[in-house]
């Protein structure tokens, strides 16, 4: 008898197959064969609670697992009073808006080193993270973490280790995994089976539990010396290699959420899940 599936599937936004908002994608992603959708608040989050709450709904009776994406334009490392302001405002709103909706994390990039060191940046983005903390305890938002995506470009703040440190030492933060990213930026190079196991073994051991409900996103990725340039579909030679992950997820038993941040976005989400259970 096969092994059930305990990796979930899905797209960041809406499935181009599917009509409508993001409501009427819920259960079009389950028809799919989907389990997963990322909320795509990139460019501002215009949520409101009315219509968060249907989509909670929905999610529940159709099995979807819902997450989101905060706006690019935070920066938790800027020294900028007004930018600041202006990350915890839309950091707040993104985890405001996942509770009202049920989605268990808001995906946010760290920062820009401009000139500062890690340590700075990890200082400052504390700094915002207590404010944030404060916040969120007075308005009673709980049960939504804050995910540090791993960067794809040497100028971000963001590096693996560097979302790693930030899940161990502050908790309103949870490590996303940018597969992509990983390897653009040169964190880690991911050709094979054995990479990705590696990779896995240095997360169980900086992050002892983590692979049992783990967050990640994947596409295939162009790169140059300074890291990332554009997102690039699950096909021919592109780099990182997809079939090697998914053997090592299904046949490791690890668990969590995969979503496609790939141009043909639930198409190569349903690619990898055909080449997941085929391991399992």
């Known amino acids: 008898m096969p092994k059930k599936p305990k990796v979930r599937f899905g797209s960041a936004g809406i499935p181009h197959q599917c009509k409508g908002g993001s409501l009427a994608a819920i259960e079009c992603s389950r028809n799919l064969g989907l389990g997963a959708m990322e909320l795509e608040f990139v460019r501002g989050v215009k949520l409101k609670e009315e219509n968060a709450k249907k989509l909670k709904t929905a999610s529940e009776k ?18 900028d009073k007004t930018k600041q302001e202006t990350t915890k405002r839309n950091l707040f709103a993104a985890a405001e808006a996942c509770s009202w909706a049920g989605a268990r994390v ?7 080193y401009q000139g500062k060191t890690s340590k700075e940046c990890f200082n400052l983005l504390k700094a915002r993270f207590e404010e944030l903390k404060e916040k969120m305890d ?12 791993t960067v794809g470009k040497k100028s971000q703040y963001g590096s693996l280790n560097e979302c790693i440190e930030l899940h161990q030492k502050i908790p309103e933060i ?33 992050l002892p539990g983590y692979l049992k409900d783990f967050h990640a996103h994947f596409s295939c990725i162009e790169y140059s010396e300074k890291g990332e340039k554009s997102h690039l579909p699950l096909e021919g030679k592109n780099e990182p290699p997809y079939k090697s992950l998914m053997k090592v997820l299904a046949e490791q038993g690890y668990s969590g959420v995969i979503i496609s941040e790939s141009p043909m976005l639930e198409f190569d989400a349903l690619k990898m899940q055909k080449e997941y259970l085929k391991h399992l």
Do not use: Q
């Open 106 to 112: 808001a995906v946010f990039h760290p920062g820009y």
């Open 62 to 79: 159709f099995n979807i697992r819902l997450s989101a994406h905060a706006p690019y334009w935070v920066n938790c490392c800027t020294k």
């Open 174 to 206: 949870m490590l996303v995994i940018d597969f992509a990213h990983v390897h653009a930026r040169g964190d880690w190079r991911f050709k094979a089976e054995e990479d990705y196991a590696k990779f896995f073994n240095h997360i169980e051991n900086k």
């Open 138 to 149: 007075k308005n009673k938002i709980t049960g939504v973490k804050l995910g540090a995506e």
